[in-house]
């Protein structure tokens, strides 16, 4: 049961095989038995999900609803807001934090009739690649328990790879969903920003952080993000654009399909099996009918450099509402205002998002303004006319996910420079706010890697059809972690 898919699960809940109480207990023991040595929980919600699980029993039995994830166990990243739940973003600054209100993610799951196992570890206020900077501790990836599962969803993508839950929620604000995805061997799916609300997802930068999905399969990312989708007045940054149905487009043909390779992604930080893995895949595509010709995208060795001027920025802005005021962490025994300010800030937060508030702060002052942030905004805008141009050539851009495999736990924390570089490939699709997604490729020297496609700004459609056919042509996405993890 726990690698099955959405659609098989549905298929034997509605002819009674066992019961959504009986698959949800079913997962929580698995959590049980197997969180204690990944950590890829925070925190588990087993009367919820068993009420919830119980519910689900009832509207199947009646036939009430078609919808594929009634009574289907999922889990959320600790980013959205959980009506009574603690709500944590990984750090000790929320530790205490329950949530009134739920996420719009979170309650479009609830009226599909999803199960929630519970909230799921990621690197503090999701800033981090490797989930090592959460208040609770490093994540370990299931495929080997020395290795990172990437971040800053690692929890999540931990989860699905490991069998603790079908699928799961997460954030991408510079490849938090994919590079995870990549590490873990599963699929991660970054819809185009503003596809999918943020009402309720806790901010780190508001003008890249989009929810997605963490899947085994492209068609359950479909199944996932035909629930999430749509506009939400209560976002601002929502975008009022129709919904197609993702299933009914997933098996289209592609051949004439015209994939773009940018040079610049396949130079010399690019890990060599993962170079073969992705020419691997992009031969199947070849077999598909699918065209491949070379592009360029010139302002690549921008992209980071941007990045990490424009989301420390927004992150310094966003997390100014820390002060141990209204909620969140507050010192004991302030002597004044000031002390109360400045301890219960330094104690609530962890280093990597005091780094990056310092970074944010020096930016946005006077005298700097100018130089950093509205220089990164104009080269923003010269990254997203690139991929603009290359889009008038082709239909998709496809790309390796991650430069490496899973990196050992600590290799990189004392290297910010190593560490910011995993991202490498990931972040100019958060920049441009182009939709992408991550699908497993052949293993490298026994660890997963992954290949990243982009298309055009509200076709998730294209790109979901494009990753399915691959994924029913080749069975890297069914491989697992080893069994001494997974069947703990």
């Known amino acids: 049961m726990p690698y099955q898919s959405i ?75 959980t009506n009574g739940v603690k709500t944590s973003c990984g750090s000790h600054m929320l530790d205490n934090f329950i949530s009134p209100y739920d996420a719009t993610v979170v309650e479009k799951l609830n009226r599909a009739g999803a199960v929630m196992l519970g909230k799921t570890n990621m690197d503090e206020f999701a800033m981090g690649s490797s989930n090592e900077t959460s208040w609770y501790g490093a994540v370990q990836n299931p495929w080997d328990l020395t290795k990172v599962p990437g971040g800053s969803s690692g929890g999540s993508a931990a989860a699905v790879a490991a069998g603790l839950c079908i699928a799961a929620t997460g954030t991408d604000t510079g490849g938090s969903i994919r590079q995870p995805a990549s590490l873990c061997g599963i699929t991660g799916l970054k819809p185009t920003y503003g596809r999918v609300s943020r009402f309720g997802m806790i901010a780190f930068a508001s003008s890249l952080d989009q929810g997605g999905t963490l899947t085994r399969s492209v068609e359950d990312a479909a199944i996932m993000l035909q629930v999430m989708a749509g506009f939400d007045p209560k976002d601002s940054t929502s975008v009022e654009h129709p919904v197609p149905n993702y299933l009914d487009s997933l098996d289209a043909d592609i051949s004439g399909l015209r994939i773009g390779l940018p040079k610049e992604y396949f130079a010399a930080n690019l890990d060599s099996g993962i170079a073969d893995s992705v020419t691997a895949a992009i031969a199947e595509y070849q077999k598909l009918g699918a065209k491949v010709q070379d592009i360029s995208l010139p302002h690549s060795n921008l992209v980071v450099p941007t990045y990490y001027v424009v989301a420390p920025a927004e992150c310094s802005s966003n997390l100014a509402r820390y002060d141990g005021v209204r909620f969140g962490h507050r010192c004991e ?40 942030y509205l220089k990164a905004q104009q080269v923003r805008q010269l990254i997203a006319k690139d991929f603009e141009e290359a889009f008038a050539e082709v ?31 990931t972040i100019a699709a958060p920049l441009t706010g182009l939709p992408a997604l991550s699908i497993p490729t052949s293993l490298v020297n ?12 509200f076709e998730e459609a294209k790109l979901l059809n494009v990753a399915h056919k691959l994924q029913q042509v080749t069975d890297w996405h069914t491989k697992m972690p080893p069994k001494s993890v997974i069947d703990m």
């Open 7 to 81: 659609r098989e699960l549905a298929n034997n809940l509605r002819t009674g095989q066992y019961s959504s109480e009986e698959l949800t207990r079913n997962f929580l023991k698995r959590i049980a038995n197997i969180n204690p040595t990944l950590n890829a929980f925070i925190s588990t919600t087993e009367e919820i999900a068993l009420k919830q699980a119980t519910d689900a029993d009832k509207l199947l039995r009646s036939n009430e609803s078609s919808n594929l994830l009634l009574g289907i166990p999922i889990a959320h990243k600790d980013i959205f807001c």
């Open 333 to 372: 025994n302030p002597q004044d205002l000031m002390d109360l300010y400045q301890r219960s800030r330094s104690e609530g937060f962890g280093p990597e998002v005091k780094r990056r508030i310092m970074i944010g702060t020096y930016v946005l002052s006077a005298g700097y303004y100018d130089a950093y």
């Open 395 to 425: 239909d998709v851009i496809m790309t390796p996910t991650s430069p490496t495999t899973a990196f050992r736990i600590g290799e990189r924390m004392t290297d910010q420079v190593a560490m910011y570089l995993s991202d490498l490939y």
């Open 446 to 457: 026994g660890l997963p890697s992954g290949l990243q496609i982009m298309a055009k700004h």
